[in-house]
């Protein structure tokens, strides 16, 4: 199991690192990280002119002459840098003294001009009109992802700067030379994130002009006429407010700082704690376990990416729930081959109904061993070995599997639990795996329709010229050690201790009281109100071998023989007092008016007998205990 826990885990590391290998999910990786950008306060030094809606309505239809643009120039001279993001293709449409009037603006002030270009493939911009000559010029096109949405700026391409930035190094901003990389833009937030004017406001003087004062003015369209608009993380934003965010960028010297090779280490790393903790701890703590760490680790990736640091998003989450799903996937079949050794280990000797409550909470078998008050119950065929000399081996073999298959049957409907079989002999017990406060009572039950399904067994048997048996039960109750016993390689589930073996010699005694069923006097205390019910006889009291006390046995009467009992029970209890008082005569007297009546009962048989050699050999001591000198 653990080898193919293994080997599953590889294969998935190996899915997972393949897909990221031929970027398979990059998209979702950037859009989760987009969700962790936040807002955040920006430059003061960058003022954005809107040519917005109101100001085409004011001003009349685009594109606006170029003597507007001189006259904005003229109004913000007072401005570092004024980037102007409008493309000046064609010649102005009123004529050369339009287009005069912005080359003018742009020579008389002090403030460097920046105008944009379409750039090419081969990296070079397009032509602009002689009015912008002595304007610095970079391309404003912005990158889009295959998405739609723009989250990265080029700072060249081939040999041509880019707008913003153009912009940012003449602010002094320290970039680096003809780098061909995207890099990502870490916006501060929406198209408010600067403050904007409208550019009807400036030219018409409304606006205060200290407000330009040494500061980085961009002009650009907002209006939705213009279709200058982008979808970006913080949703639809006009191009002059993406380059002012990448302008604002390359002033701070913030680069992205990706931790992207790592992904490899991360999927790995997140698949084992994924699959070990969903696989091998409780549900209780796995699972906050997991959602903890993933919302730790979306937690560090949002603090790092406000610090320019991306961390990969979707392949370490995918790792950490994937590797915790295969581990909820390998803990069931973990559970399922646990319930399915279960009902394969247990079928053989448990009640359905009781291997089903196992399943359903494994909980309550304890393999290894444990203590507990069970009922143990020992049958046994009478003259076995003469039958097996009367049978060919496969006539005994179809005899056998027919009797303990019709004793099996009771003892698995009353829930109990077959231990063994020993030849002919079966071992049972009640009380485990599951607990039961009627152990005793099923025990002797089974007992008693042992004997009823015997009769039926022997009537079956006379018909197909089989042979007749009879068969001894004994039951014990007490505390034993039940559970998994032998080897790591071979073990049965069975139980062991002196209220087993006490069981084993009461089954032995059926044969020499007569009786087919013995039960001790534990048996009958843990019957309780139930023994009321059941007919039986104190027979004896005795000390078996390798025991020092006395243990009261009782006969369970089977229905067949109670009618019997009852015409000689006021008898028998008379004789079981006088022989437990060392009354012999007193004893004599009521075991022959018993044996008169029932002269083949087995216990007044022998307990006559023992009488008559007391009278003989009267005991030095008698406490009522008889002594047995054989098991």
């Not at 936040?38 to 685009?62: E, F």
């Not at 302008?247 to 990706?258: A, D, G, K, P, V």
């Not at 390798?546 to 009618?563: A, N, Q």
Request: aromatic letters at 8%; a neutral charge.
């Amino acid at each position: 199991m653990i080898a193919r826990f293994i080997l599953g885990l590889i294969a998935l590391i190996a899915i997972t690192l393949g897909a990221w290998f031929i970027d398979l999910g990059t998209l979702w990786d950037a859009r989760l990280q987009d969700a962790l950008l936040q807002t955040r306060l920006v430059r003061d030094r960058i003022v954005i002119v809107d040519i917005d809606d109101a100001s085409l309505r004011a001003h009349g239809q685009w594109p606006w002459p170029r003597a507007s643009f001189a006259q904005l120039i003229q109004r913000i001279g007072a401005a570092d840098i004024i980037g102007i993001d409008v493309n000046f293709k064609e010649p102005s449409r009123l004529g050369a003294h339009d287009d005069a009037m912005l080359a003018q603006a742009i020579a008389r002030t002090s403030a460097s001009i920046v105008v944009t270009s379409d750039v090419t493939r081969e990296g070079a911009l397009a032509p602009l009109i002689s009015a912008v000559a002595r304007a610095e010029k970079g391309f404003a096109n912005i990158a889009v992802d295959a998405d739609g949405v723009a989250r990265r700026v080029r700072m060249y391409r081939g040999e041509t700067e880019s707008f913003s930035a153009l912009v940012a190094r003449l602010a002094g901003a320290p970039l680096p030379r003809h780098t061909q990389d995207l890099r990502r833009i870490f916006f501060a937030g929406g198209e408010q994130s600067f403050p904007h004017v409208r550019a009807i406001d400036v030219l018409e003087g409304v606006v205060d002009t200290s407000l330009f004062t040494n500061n980085i003015v961009l002009i650009g369209a907002t209006a939705a006429d213009l279709q200058d608009t982008h979808s970006t993380p913080f949703g639809v934003m006009s191009g002059v407010t993406i380059q002012a965010h990448a302008i604002e960028q390359f002033l701070n010297n913030t680069h992205e700082r990706s931790v992207g090779d790592w992904v490899p280490i991360f999927i790995i790393v997140g698949y084992c704690i994924g699959s070990l903790v969903m696989r091998y701890s409780p549900m209780h703590i796995s699972i906050p376990s997991i959602a903890g760490t993933t919302f730790a680790y979306v937690g560090v990736a949002s603090f790092l990416m406000s610090r320019a640091i991306t961390l990969p998003i979707l392949y370490p989450v995918v790792a950490l729930i994937g590797g915790a799903s295969y581990g909820v996937i390998m803990r069931y079949r973990a559970t399922h081959q646990e319930k399915k050794f279960i009902q394969e280990s247990f079928s053989r000797y448990l009640a359905p109904a009781v291997i089903q409550q196992i399943v359903q909470n494994p909980s309550m078998l304890r393999l290894g061993g444990s203590r507990a008050t069970l009922s143990i119950l020992f049958s046994d065929v009478r003259g076995f070995t003469t039958l097996s000399e009367t049978l060919t081996p496969e006539q005994l073999t179809a005899f056998l599997n027919r009797y303990l298959t019709r004793m099996t049957t009771i003892i698995l409907g009353r829930r109990g639990v077959i231990d063994k079989y020993i030849g002919d002999a079966i071992m049972a017990f009640w009380g485990a795996p599951l607990p039961s406060q009627t152990h005793a009572h099923d025990a002797v039950i089974s007992a008693l329709e042992m004997t009823t399904a015997l009769d039926v067994f022997n009537t079956e048997s006379e018909t197909r010229g089989d042979p007749h048996i009879d068969i001894g039960i004994g039951i014990n109750t007490g505390d034993v050690t039940v559970g998994n016993m032998g080897s790591e390689q071979r073990f049965d589930y069975t139980v062991m201790g002196d209220a087993v073996n006490l069981a084993s010699r009461l089954e032995s005694l059926t044969k020499m009281y007569g009786v087919r069923i013995l039960i001790t006097e534990k048996t009958k205390l843990a019957l309780g109100n139930e023994a009321t019910h059941i007919p039986m006889r104190n027979i004896d009291c005795v000390q078996v071998k390798g025991k020092t006390e006395g243990v009261t046995i009782y006969e369970v009467i089977p229905s067949g023989r109670v009618s019997l009992w009852e015409s000689i029970a006021a008898d028998f209890i008379e004789l079981r007092n006088a022989y437990a008082q060392g009354a012999w005569d007193r004893a004599s007297l009521y075991a022959q008016r018993a044996l008169s009546r029932a002269p083949h009962d087995g216990p007044t048989q022998l307990l006559a007998e023992r009488i008559a050699y007391f009278k003989e050999h009267p005991p030095e001591t008698w406490n009522g205990v008889y002594e047995m000198k054989h098991k």
